[in-house]
């Protein structure tokens, strides 16, 4: 477990996650949670949040970053939204990373483990659907 570790979890807006963060907060009395409202979608939301991580820390020693939802700006954006931005995070993050003894990167593809890869129709020329577009597809091209 970390010792007084600092979280910092980005999204469009705390309110969903102002229950669980006073679950983690209450399982670790020394941790820091700080939100950074930010749309991930945004390549420019991404970098003011990495650069709001970068002047506040000397390193990274976690990286956990899951796929998101669907997208506001609407499904033909979906691949562009997951992976360019997560790979921008690290990119981004990779000299905090470089500074840890011990640095780690999580990607949570499947978290609810109820999306399979449809390995016969990568394509998704005989089975699209916007569920498939937006997370089966989406599963597969970050595997």
């Known amino acids: 477990m970390f010792k007084a570790p600092t979280f910092y979890v980005l999204g469009r807006s705390s309110a969903p ?10 399982l670790n009395v020394g ?18 949040a990495s650069q709001q991580i970068t002047a506040a820390e000397q390193r990274v020693d976690y990286l956990c970053m899951s796929m998101g939802g669907i997208p506001m700006n ?3 954006y979906q691949i562009s ?10 990119s981004n993050l990779l000299p905090l990373l ?3 003894p011990h640095p780690r990167v999580l990607g949570v593809l499947n978290g609810d483990g109820r999306r399979f890869i449809v390995e016969d129709d990568l394509g998704l020329e005989r089975n699209w659907t916007i569920f498939d577009v937006v997370k089966k597809h989406d599963l597969s ?3």
């Open 17 to 26: 996650s102002a229950e669980r963060r006073k679950t983690l907060e209450s």
């Open 31 to 48: 941790c820091r949670i700080v939100f950074i409202e930010t749309e991930m979608a945004l390549i420019s939301g991404i970098d003011l």
């Open 74 to 76: 609407g499904a033909e």
């Open 81 to 90: 939204d997951t992976i360019r931005p997560r790979m921008q995070l690290l």
């Open 98 to 100: 470089h500074q840890s």
């Open 141 to 143: 091209v970050q595997a």
